[in-house]
T-cell receptor, first 111, second 111 residues
């Protein structure tokens, strides 16, 4: 009963490096999301997907890319990391607008 | 654009008090509204989901109400306990499943 699994839990990147944040869910949810949460702030939507092969931008997509080749996986790619991308990243999945489940987060620091 | 405001931003109460957390949103064309709990350094846990056609939902000591036309929701916590200490986030969504978050209310319940 894993739910939503995010890896890694922590990561430090240097400016200009790239990395992929992994997200996998085992609930056969069709909807998946990536959010970022800056200190003391609410969550902001980066990208979302309503099914395999379909992705769309959220509120803050610049500097990120996503793909959804399977129902289970929704990786988030950071290209050319910048200090402004220091944040906690949460992946979530849902059955449309119900049954929201969040992962435990990835804490990313860009130095 | 949907915007969410939660009042108060922080609240500290002695154990046993009944609490009301307030949430307002600017776009009343919502599909549902959810209340989440976030413990420090953790992901979000769904507490209550109210469909747009409903007026309230209850789970144990928690009761959430929704007045869609006025763009307001409240979360009532009865007989608060130290274990209720966390940040509470309210989030309306449209039928695309995308959640919009406010900054939350950080609650501390003192023994």
């Amino acid at each position: 009963n894993a739910g939503v699994t995010q890896t890694p839990k922590f990561r430090i990147l240097k400016i200009g490096q790239s990395m992929t944040l992994q997200c996998a869910q085992d609930m056969n949810h069709n909807y998946m999301y990536w959010y970022r949460q800056d200190p003391g702030m609410g969550l902001k939507l980066i990208y979302y997907s309503v099914g395999a092969g379909i992705t769309d931008k959220g509120e803050v997509p610049n500097g990120y890319n996503v793909s959804r080749s399977t129902t289970e996986d929704f990786p988030l790619r950071l290209e050319l990391a910048a200090p402004s991308q220091t944040s906690v990243y949460f992946c979530a999945s849902s059955y449309r607008s119900d049954g929201y489940t969040f992962g435990s987060g990835t804490r990313l620091t860009v130095v | 654009k949907q915007e969410v405001t939660q009042i108060p931003a922080a609240l500290s109460v002695p154990e046993g008090e009944n609490l009301v957390l307030n949430c307002s949103f600017t776009d009343s064309a919502i599909y549902n509204l959810q209340w989440f709990r976030q413990d420090p350094g953790k992901g979000l846990t769904s507490l209550l989901l109210i469909q747009s056609s409903q007026r309230e939902q209850t789970s144990g000591r928690l009761n959430a109400s929704l007045d869609k036309s006025s763009g307001r929701s409240t979360l009532y916590i009865a007989a608060s306990q130290p274990g209720d200490s966390a940040t509470y986030l309210c989030s309306p969504s449209g039928n695309t499943g995308k959640l919009i978050f406010g900054q939350g209310t950080t609650l501390q319940v003192k023994p």
